[in-house]
């Protein structure tokens, strides 16, 4: 049986596409593209511990793609033609925060943020402007945004689609997760059912007609910002995913059909070892249950692709040249993890929105990886440590038990291990799943299990059990201030005139009119996209298209408690 799975592996490595490169050590010695035993898994093979490809980084590197966004859409523009010609292989929209709420940048809650914490987006127009002469046929393109994801998506679409492009060909991804909202980072706009309702629309569209584009990126990312474990991070996150698997099922979707949509977004912290175990044992996981408990019969409804964001709150203003030490280690374990995509935090982020200069040695630190390393030349380098090993197990262990507590949050007596059960549960239109992480955010669950791992990091910092240089040894340096990005008053006060123009020059009765059929489709079980999509094209402002959505679903509040 071992002969056979790495005799599988030798015949689909030979039968991949391998770059073009010289796969040796610095010192010119040969090098296997993997290594292990008879006993070993092999990378591409099932449950693609080791990773998905049986190539590795032979047959393609990780895409880097930093995620920008700051002031306006044409200044973001210049920072991606930059990101582009300088290397980078993928772009990644960061929204300010009215455009994360789905407010427009003249509403009165708007003032004083627009294009602080990323590009303000009001209309189809800023889209334009933000991807203008970059090709989006060509160039993938994430957007991290998940309350008002699916209008701001529908812009992105109408940007295209003036542009010239087959909206049927785009690729890329879109955040859209708005369980770990609730869970962790708190930008909703309406209550869970609304905005599943929502999320499944776009996956039925995007299977129909944008195959290639994934249009829910579960994001572990933001609960780990939070303050969670490893473990959590790694469980709350696939719960969050298998709930989306169990909505598309509800739906009536093939799994083997939807479930390539669906990508991940973790982060990479400093603790190198436990985050390449955090990532190996997430591939696992994900793969099992996709295929025993739901169904899925690929090989790609079994992947668990990813994209990593090293660890924002790792970064210290004090002495902050350090960061860039801590975004080297972070970004090195996501690529031995495996990932597909990475963005690498810049020096300066922990003070304001990344300076040019901060923001390239970010991208270079990527590619001193990729060029310099060796680290691409051989796949899972680290598989069969003891170390790692135990450490990936420990991991799903952990994790395992987090998935049994959310199961019975939602009231079944059901475990992880009872995979026939589970998938009977869920042929059966129970989600049991769903039905925990429901439960669980109502009761404030997820919340107070974030806040007792923050609470503990915390006191252990103070304690001084856990080090940070700078802030709590090593405390003394002769490093001075760094010049920092500011976003100037005069960028809000030019994009509420450009809107208040826009506004002026349009057919307001028309724009009323797809409003108006939007809402319309919205009260029926007809998918809303295209209702949408109209509103887009008539002009209609995230704001306005999100306002109409909660005068009808209402908004949501978070429970008091204490």
């Not at 599988?8 to 039968?15: A, K």
């Not at 915390?458 to 003394?476: S, W």
């Not at 797809?514 to 079980?525: D, F, H, L, P, S």
Request: aromatic share 8%.
């Amino acid at each position: 049986m071992a002969d056979s799975v790495r005799t599988r592996w030798q015949e689909r490595y030979e039968q991949s596409r391998v770059r073009d490169a010289d796969f040796t050590t610095l010192s010119g010695m040969e090098v296997e593209p993997a290594y292990g035993t008879e006993e070993s898994e092999w990378p591409g093979e099932f449950p693609f511990t080791r990773g998905l490809y049986a190539t590795g980084y032979r047959g393609r590197t990780w895409t880097i793609r930093q995620f920008a966004g700051f002031g306006n859409a044409e200044q973001t523009n210049e920072r991606y033609h930059m990101i582009l010609q300088r290397g980078g292989g993928g772009l990644s929209v960061a929204f300010d925060m009215p455009t994360l709420m789905g407010r427009d940048s003249d509403d009165p809650q708007s003032l004083g943020e627009v294009g602080h914490c990323g590009v303000a987006v009001d209309s189809v127009a800023d889209m334009e402007t933000l991807f203008r002469g970059i090709d989006l046929g060509d160039v993938t393109t994430s957007m991290t945004i998940s309350g008002p994801a699916v209008p701001v998506f529908c812009m992105m679409l109408v940007a295209a689609e003036r542009a010239g492009v087959d909206t049927g060909s785009l690729n890329g991804t879109l955040q859209t997760d708005i369980f770990k909202e609730y869970i962790a980072q708190k930008e909703w706009l309406f209550g869970p059912e609304p905005h599943l309702r929502l999320v499944g629309d776009l996956m039925e569209y995007c299977a129909e007609k944008i195959p290639a584009y994934k249009p829910l990126s579960v994001s572990g990312y933001h609960i780990r910002e939070a303050g969670s474990t490893a473990a959590q991070e790694l469980a709350f996150t696939l719960a969050d995913g298998f709930g989306y698997v169990e909505l598309g099922l509800s739906r009536g979707l093939d799994v083997d059909r939807f479930a390539p949509g669906l990508s991940f977004f973790f982060d990479a912290h400093v603790d190198f070892f436990e985050e390449i175990a955090k990532f190996r044992a997430a591939r696992r996981i994900w793969a099992r249950w996709l295929r025993d408990v739901y169904g899925a019969q690929t090989d790609k409804a079994q992947w668990l692709r990813f994209h990593t964001q090293t660890a924002g709150v790792s970064l210290t203003a004090q002495q902050p040249y350090n960061n860039v030490v801590r975004t080297g280690i972070e970004a090195l374990a996501a690529v031995l993890g495996g990932t597909n995509s990475l963005h690498t935090n810049a020096l300066d982020e922990t003070l304001a929105l990344p300076s040019e200069q901060a923001a390239e040695i970010a991208l270079r630190t990527q590619q001193v990886i990729m060029e310099e390393t060796g680290v691409v030349n051989v796949a899972d380098p680290l598989g069969g440590s003891w170390y790692v090993e135990a450490l990936t197990d420990q991991i799903e262990a952990e994790a395992n038990a987090i998935f049994d507590r959310i199961l019975a949050l939602g009231g079944s007596t059901l475990t992880h291990a009872d995979t026939e059960g589970l998938a009977t549960a869920t042929r059966n239109g129970e989600n049991p799943v769903t039905r925990g992480l429901l439960q669980g955010i109502e009761d404030g669950w997820f919340m107070s299990e974030i806040a007792e791992a923050a609470f503990q990091y915390q006191v252990a910092l103070e304690k001084k059990d856990k080090k940070i240089v700078g802030v709590n040894c090593h405390e003394h340096s002769v490093t001075h201030d760094l010049e920092i990005l500011r976003v100037s008053h005069e960028v809000e006060v030019e994009q509420v005139r450009a809107l208040s123009e826009r506004k002026a020059g349009r057919d307001e009765a028309a724009v009323s009119a797809a409003i108006q059929r939007m809402v319309e489709v919205g009260r029926t079980e007809d998918n809303m996209i295209e209702a949408m999509l109209d509103a887009c094209r008539a002009e209609a402002t995230l704001g306005e298209i999100c306002d109409a959505l909660r005068a009808e679903w209402g908004e949501y509040r978070e429970p008091a408690r204490f």
